[in-house]
């Protein structure tokens, strides 16, 4: 007898047992009646037997389980099925009831001053004859509005509107002065929008999560949060398809979504859930992509509740591997940070190895906006970065943007990952209104901003702060340690400010890595025979040829030529021995580099994996070593060459200067040529 069971209907059964108990009694047939009905339930009850036990082989089959049945096997995996959610994401709200008028200062002249009445802007044609305006909106100079009595004056290259009191900030050249218009419309939580109604479909509904409002003089606010009053798909709508609002919150309100909106769910159906269970089961090797895929799709941020419905894991050429994650409106990235963490109060000797209890992974170093888009840039204005202490500079253009004059935080990012030779990348944060910088590396990620060496400095439009950036600041016996060490570089001055009389036969001075002084000569010579494409020495060649040039005569270091500057970075890379130093030479008196001008390179003091937050000191600790991650001891100090003899001031009424966190001040100290300074060593083994 075959194992494997064959259904039958109520029918066969039936049949089957008539059959065999009409043929053991010889009865013909049997009429309707009592001893029918038994045989009609036994076999009803015999179907139903049969019903339930296929039923039960079904339901522990994944293939053949649904509703209930495959929610347990689901739970068995920890698993459970996505519920219904509302699609959600970011809008623009618009003011088409007039034109947004706006010039910038005037950058031909000095920057305005506090008090300032007559200011210089670009133009100001456009303006009314009286009116109000704002200066330096989204940035740290902000201040308006100030009113203005009198026509705007042409005064050649510039226009002078003349205020009716002076200002109260300092301003910067290339600051926006905008115009007064509409005031500040306001925009409740809760507000409306929709897409349009059409014949057959209903219109699908949108509202507003927070507060929010259009400047004075602004016909725009970006990245206003919405979310569909509907849970369901029904909430994903392509980009450019909710245009009206519902109620009139201003007059000429309008408003668009600039991407579409993904993240909205049904709830899951059988076919998906057992799809996830199958890739549970496959990715039982924990490691694997699949393995990470699946465990990370489904999983909710604690934060902002938001849940990762996509996953890609992409393999760099570094053999790194990054998964990003998506909740349909492009997730961000989240940070806290750690005030300070003691990893060793007091060493015993010979401690290395470390790990950090902070939560995992420990965030690259970045810097963030402090400004919130549409940020006022301009074409060919210049954003610089020293990445690792090197810098980089990435040149915006205006094809780059729909308004370059007001830029989506989403352009700017788009903007800089668009120029590959960049030693940076952006991403956006706090919902897609700012920007962030990190570095592409994961050694020598240090991160600060830089001025241009020529041009405008888009920073002034954008807000990142100034200051050195790290991943970790990690203090030994309270001071901080260098995670990838530095290299040693010298920087020329702007090529533009070299003097034109810079010619055949000029020389450089320069001591690489404490060696002797390498006497250089920069000959006609030298540009053709190193194929620059120039035949002459000039101040004007290019800065390639120029770095051509000093790579084929300059021994231990190399020169590069970028951003208006010339730099030179000794070739021992990070390493205390590594030092460049400017002696002298004609180059020095022509303004190419300034005289004894020199930097020095440092060791790596420790490694430290970001991942795991686990770190390795390249010098183990030695007895009474402390290592604490950030520090309570954050003065600074400055702090003098060792003296072995006494100290003789050079003159009478010599003067020691001090700045402490505040503008200059004059403190006299009475010292003179005849005032003796005695310096001691405090008792005990360290002084704060």
Same mark, same amino acid.
Not at 19 to 29: A, C, M, V
Not at 247 to 264: E, L, Q, R
Not at 349 to 368: D, V
Not at 493 to 516: E, K, Y
């Given at each position: 007898?075959?194992?494997?069971?064959?259904?039958?209907?109520?029918?066969?059964?039936?049949?089957?047992?008539?059959?065999?108990?009409?043929?053991?009694?010889?009865?013909?047939?049997?009429?309707?009646?009592?001893?029918?009905?038994?045989?009609?339930?036994?076999?009803?009850?015999?179907?139903?037997?049969?019903?339930?036990?296929?039923?039960?082989?079904? $339901?522990?089959?994944?293939?053949?389980?649904?509703?209930?049945?495959?929610?347990?096997?689901?739970?068995?995996?920890?698993?459970?099925?996505?519920?219904?959610?509302?699609?959600?994401?970011?809008?623009?709200?618009?003011?088409?009831?007039?034109?947004?008028?706006?010039?910038?200062?005037?950058?031909?002249?000095?920057?305005?001053?506090?008090?300032?009445?007559?200011?210089?802007?670009?133009?100001?044609?456009?303006?009314?004859?009286?009116?109000?305006?704002?200066?330096?909106?989204?940035?740290?100079?902000?201040?308006?509005?100030?009113?203005?009595?009198?026509?705007?004056?042409?005064?050649?290259?510039?226009?002078?509107?003349?205020?009716?009191?002076?200002?109260?900030?300092?301003?910067?050249?290339?600051?926006?002065?905008?115009?007064?218009?509409?005031?500040?419309?306001?925009?409740?939580?809760?507000?409306?929008?929709?897409?349009?109604?059409?014949?057959?479909?209903?219109?699908?509904?949108?509202?507003?999560?927070?507060?929010?409002?259009?400047?004075?003089?602004?016909?725009?606010?970006?990245?206003?949060?919405?979310?569909?009053?509907?849970?369901?798909?029904?909430?994903?709508?392509?980009?450019?398809?909710?245009?009206?609002?519902?109620?009139?919150?201003?007059?000429?309100?309008?408003?668009?979504?600039?991407?579409?909106?993904?993240?909205?769910?049904?709830?899951?159906?059988?076919?998906?859930?057992?799809?996830?269970?199958?890739?549970?089961?496959?990715?039982?090797?924990?490691?694997?992509?699949?393995?990470?895929?699946?465990?990370?799709?489904?999983?909710?941020?604690?934060?902002?509740?938001?849940?990762?419905?996509?996953?890609?894991?992409?393999?760099?050429?570094?053999?790194?591997?990054?998964?990003?994650?998506?909740?349909?409106?492009?997730?961000?990235?989240?940070?806290?940070?750690?005030?300070?963490?003691?990893?060793?109060?007091?060493?015993?000797?010979?401690?290395?190895?470390?790990?950090?209890?902070?939560?995992?992974?420990?965030?690259?170093?970045?810097?963030?906006?402090?400004?919130?888009?549409?940020?006022?840039?301009?074409?060919?204005?210049?954003?610089?970065?020293?990445?690792?202490?090197?810098?980089?500079?990435?040149?915006?253009?205006?094809?780059?943007?729909?308004?370059?004059?007001?830029?989506?935080?989403?352009?700017?990012?788009?903007?800089?990952?668009?120029?590959?030779?960049?030693?940076?990348?952006?991403?956006?944060? $706090?919902?897609?209104?700012?920007?962030?910088?990190?570095?592409?590396?994961?050694?020598?990620?240090?991160?600060?901003?830089?001025?241009?060496?020529?041009?405008?400095?888009?920073?002034?439009?954008?807000?990142?702060?100034?200051?050195?950036?790290?991943?970790?600041?990690?203090?030994?016996?309270?001071?901080?340690?260098?995670?990838?060490?530095?290299?040693?570089?010298?920087?020329?001055?702007?090529?533009?400010?070299?003097?034109?009389?810079? @010619?055949?036969?000029?020389?450089?001075?320069?001591?690489?890595?404490?060696?002797?002084?390498?006497?250089?000569?920069?000959?006609?010579?030298?540009?053709?025979?190193?194929?620059?494409?120039?035949?002459?020495?000039?101040?004007?060649?290019?800065?390639?040829?120029?770095?051509?040039?000093?790579?084929?005569?300059?021994?231990? @270091?190399?020169?590069?030529? @970028?951003?208006?500057?010339?730099?030179?970075?000794?070739?021992?890379?990070?390493?205390?021995?590594?030092?460049?130093?400017?002696?002298?030479?004609?180059?020095?008196?022509?303004?190419?580099?300034?005289?004894?001008?020199?930097?020095?390179?440092?060791?790596?003091?420790?490694?430290?994996?970001?991942?795991?937050?686990?770190?390795?000191?390249?010098?183990?600790?030695?007895?009474?070593?402390?290592?604490?991650?950030?520090?309570?001891?954050?003065?600074?100090?400055?702090?003098?060459?060792?003296?072995?003899?006494?100290?003789?001031?050079?003159?009478?009424?010599?003067?020691?200067?001090?700045?402490?966190?505040?503008?200059?001040?004059?403190?006299?100290?009475?010292?003179?040529?005849?005032?003796?300074?005695?310096?001691?060593?405090?008792?005990?083994?360290?002084?704060?």
């Amino acid at each position: 007898m075959s194992n494997i069971p064959v259904p039958r209907s109520y029918v066969q059964t039936l049949s089957d047992m008539l059959d065999t108990f009409l043929s053991r009694t010889g009865i013909k047939r049997l009429k309707i009646g009592p001893l029918l009905n038994i045989f009609e339930s036994v076999a009803q009850s015999q179907t139903r037997n049969s019903q339930d036990i296929f039923n039960l082989l079904n $339901s522990i089959s994944i293939d053949h389980a649904s509703g209930s049945a495959l929610d347990n096997l689901a739970a068995d995996e920890n698993l459970t099925r996505f519920s219904v959610s509302a699609s959600s994401g970011l809008i623009n709200f618009l003011d088409t009831n007039f034109t947004k008028k706006s010039t910038a200062v005037y950058q031909g002249s000095a920057a305005p001053n506090v008090g300032t009445t007559a200011l210089r802007v670009v133009d100001a044609s456009n303006f009314p004859a009286t009116g109000s305006i704002y200066i330096g909106r989204q940035t740290i100079n902000y201040e308006g509005p100030l009113s203005y009595v009198v026509a705007p004056v042409d005064s050649g290259p510039y226009w002078t509107i003349t205020l009716a009191s002076g200002t109260t900030k300092f301003h910067n050249v290339g600051e926006t002065v905008i115009l007064a218009q509409g005031g500040v419309r306001l925009l409740p939580a809760g507000t409306v929008v929709q897409t349009p109604q059409g014949n057959v479909s209903t219109a699908i509904q949108f509202s507003t999560l927070y507060d929010s409002q259009i400047e004075d003089g602004e016909t725009i606010v970006e990245s206003v949060e919405v979310i569909a009053n509907d849970p369901g798909i029904v909430g994903n709508v392509p980009a450019l398809s909710i245009t009206e609002v519902v109620g009139t919150p201003y007059v000429g309100a309008s408003v668009t979504n600039t991407i579409p909106f993904t993240n909205g769910l049904s709830a899951e159906n059988d076919e998906s859930l057992r799809e996830r269970i199958k890739n549970v089961r496959k990715s039982r090797q924990k490691g694997t992509s699949l393995a990470i895929l699946t465990g990370i799709k489904g999983i909710t941020s604690p934060e902002d509740n938001k849940t990762v419905i996509s996953t890609s894991l992409i393999s760099s050429q570094n053999n790194s591997v990054t998964l990003f994650i998506d909740d349909g409106t492009g997730y961000e990235e989240t940070e806290a940070g750690v005030a300070q963490e003691v990893l060793m109060d007091s060493a015993l000797g010979g401690e290395q190895y470390f790990q950090l209890a902070s939560q995992r992974p420990i965030a690259k170093a970045f810097i963030a906006t402090t400004l919130t888009s549409p940020f006022t840039l301009s074409a060919g204005a210049k954003l610089t970065v020293k990445v690792g202490g090197v810098s980089s500079e990435h040149s915006f253009v205006a094809s780059e943007f729909k308004f370059i004059e007001s830029a989506t935080a989403y352009e700017v990012v788009a903007a800089i990952n668009g120029n590959s030779s960049l030693l940076f990348s952006a991403r956006t944060v $706090s919902q897609g209104t700012k920007v962030a910088l990190f570095s592409k590396s994961e050694t020598n990620e240090t991160i600060e901003m830089s001025i241009p060496v020529v041009g405008t400095n888009a920073n002034t439009f954008l807000g990142f702060p100034s200051g050195i950036n790290y991943t970790l600041r990690l203090y030994k016996n309270d001071n901080l340690l260098n995670k990838d060490g530095d290299y040693a570089i010298i920087t020329s001055n702007a090529q533009s400010g070299w003097a034109a009389t810079i @010619a055949d036969g000029d020389t450089l001075q320069i001591q690489v890595d404490d060696t002797a002084t390498q006497i250089i000569t920069i000959n006609d010579s030298d540009f053709v025979t190193n194929n620059t494409g120039f035949t002459s020495v000039s101040s004007t060649n290019s800065l390639t040829a120029w770095a051509t040039v000093f790579n084929a005569k300059i021994a231990g @270091a190399t020169a590069v030529g @970028a951003n208006g500057v010339l730099t030179l970075t000794s070739n021992l890379g990070t390493n205390n021995r590594a030092k460049i130093k400017i002696i002298s030479g004609t180059l020095t008196t022509k303004d190419m580099f300034d005289v004894l001008d020199e930097d020095t390179g440092s060791n790596s003091d420790y490694t430290l994996n970001r991942n795991t937050g686990q770190l390795k000191l390249n010098a183990s600790l030695t007895e009474g070593d402390s290592l604490v991650a950030a520090t309570e001891f954050t003065r600074g100090y400055v702090e003098s060459l060792e003296h072995t003899t006494s100290v003789t001031l050079l003159a009478p009424g010599a003067n020691l200067w001090f700045v402490v966190d505040s503008e200059a001040e004059i403190l006299s100290t009475g010292a003179n040529s005849s005032v003796v300074l005695t310096i001691s060593k405090p008792a005990g083994d360290r002084a704060r």
